[in-house]
């Protein structure tokens, strides 16, 4: 009991001077408080693949629910506007079997992305990333092994899934 309570000495004095000093805990450490909702309109696409940027919009927008403290809105008037383009998403055979059938193939995906408050200026200069003016730009690549049963339609969602954590990643506040 003593021990407890000795341990329990130690800690309340810590624990109180990091709250006084201005530390905060979960999510709101993360993203900025200066921005509570972001409109997220549907992707543009410069590719060929059907309903590929819905599926893309639609990820972000449950990763930003799910991982941040911002809220996803249906309107233009929101605190930030997230908009992003799909520039590439390409398939290329990279290994054959001995019987000229594919058994890995390798998928790539881009995505330029501009997130902006509704003034018009960049809410976020992303340093550790190099940007091209105010835009970064995302890329997943992974293999399909149709031998194991995968398809191509895993294959995107795992990339669209990927490209979706590093935007959401992107829009932390920098240390």
């Not at 893309?56 to 506007?81: F, H, M, N, Q």
């Amino acid at each position: 009991m003593f021990r407890f309570s000795f341990i329990l000495l130690l800690l309340i004095p810590f624990c109180v001077g990091c709250l006084g000093l201005g530390y905060k805990v979960g999510t709101k450490s993360l993203f900025s408080q200066d921005v509570k909702t972001v409109y997220v309109p549907i992707f543009e696409s410069n590719v060929v693949r059907r309903d590929i940027a819905e599926r893309l919009t639609e990820a972000v927008c449950k990763r930003i629910e799910a991982k941040s403290s911002y809220k996803v809105v249906g309107r233009p008037d929101a605190d930030s506007v997230l908009q992003g383009t799909i520039s590439r998403n390409t398939r290329s055979i990279n290994v054959y079997n001995n019987f000229n059938d594919a058994r890995q193939k390798l998928g790539t995906m881009d995505v330029t992305v501009t997130w902006k408050d509704r003034r018009s200026r960049d809410l976020r200069d992303f340093e550790p990333i190099p940007w091209n003016e105010t835009r970064e730009r995302f890329s997943a690549t992974n293999y399909t092994l149709p031998e194991y049963g995968q398809s191509a339609a895993t294959s995107e969602m795992e990339q669209i899934n990927m490209i979706a954590d590093q935007i959401v990643g992107a829009m932390e506040v920098p240390w």
